[in-house]
């Protein structure tokens, strides 16, 4: 009987990348700053079991405040009232209702800051950057504006130093000023926590039985499910929207 047949072996070349006439391409070296960025987006979202709750905000009594008082705010502060007062504020009174958002995982403990140094993003020519907002709960609202300014400018002039861009405990991020109307943050490791402000957006809702336009953002809050429930990461949110609907309330927020 004759030996059954060699199989045949198919050899598989892979294609070769090529430029074809006319079709420049451009090859740059990632900057230090963007590879550094890089790597700890991927690690955030290796290590974290990380999901995203979203809610909306009704803006119309920000707004109304901030026209009302934004002459005499700047006169009297040097700045301008802008909306990042008025979310890190409310930001505040929900880290302080549920302190697991204002905490980290160190192996198998939790350790919840009773302090609350807020990241604020910022984005520059090399890439976005989160300096940090020392001791948020003690500035007033002109105190939080100027602590912004000043850290985005530093940012933005290559002049942060490591100790601005270390320690926080929570992180701010506002796409909306790109005109982003939704979005999906990245944790900011080893926080748990990060809120992300939208576009603002004149939309049609109900309110008491009746068809309104109001200035509506969407919010979304990503968190670390490891140590955060998902009621409790909802109830963070709602905490904020209900701070912002009733502006007021944040003066009385310890």
């Known amino acids: 009987m004759a030996p059954p047949p060699a199989p045949v072996r198919q050899v598989v070349s892979a294609p070769v990348a090529t430029t074809a006439p006319g079709r420049p391409e451009e090859r740059v070296r990632l900057s230090r700053r963007r590879q550094t960025i890089a790597t700890r987006l991927v690690e955030a979202q290796h290590t974290a079991a990380m999901l995203t709750t ?7 009594n920000v707004m ?4 009302r008082r934004k002459d005499s705010f700047k006169e009297k502060n040097g ?8 979310f890190t504020k409310a930001s505040l009174g929900a880290l302080k209702a549920f302190p697991h958002l204002n905490a980290e995982i ?17 984005s520059t020519e090399e890439g976005l950057v989160v300096p940090v907002l020392r001791d948020a709960d003690r500035k007033s609202f002109a105190g939080i504006e100027k602590g912004i300014v000043e850290l985005a400018t530093k940012a933005r002039e290559g002049k942060l130093a490591i100790a601005d861009l270390q320690g926080g405990t929570f992180t701010i991020t506002n796409g909306g000023v790109f005109g982003s109307l939704l979005s999906t943050p990245i944790l900011n490791a080893p926080q748990v926590g990060i ?9 049609p809702i109900a309110v008491n039985g009746e068809v309104v336009i109001r200035p509506m953002m969407y919010l979304a809050l990503s968190y670390d499910h490891r140590i955060v429930d998902g009621s409790e990461a909802v109830r963070f949110l709602v905490k904020v929207k209900e701070l912002l609907e009733d502006p007021e309330s944040l003066l009385l927020e310890g």
């Open 64 to 67: 109304e405040i901030r026209k």
């Open 195 to 203: 809120l992300g402000m939208h576009k603002i957006q004149e939309r």
């Open 79 to 86: 700045v301008n009232l802008g909306f990042m007062s008025f």
């Open 106 to 122: 160190q192996g198998d403990e939790m350790i919840v800051k009773k302090y609350y140094d807020i990241g604020v993003a910022v």
């Open 54 to 60: 979203f809610n909306e905000v009704d803006l119309t």
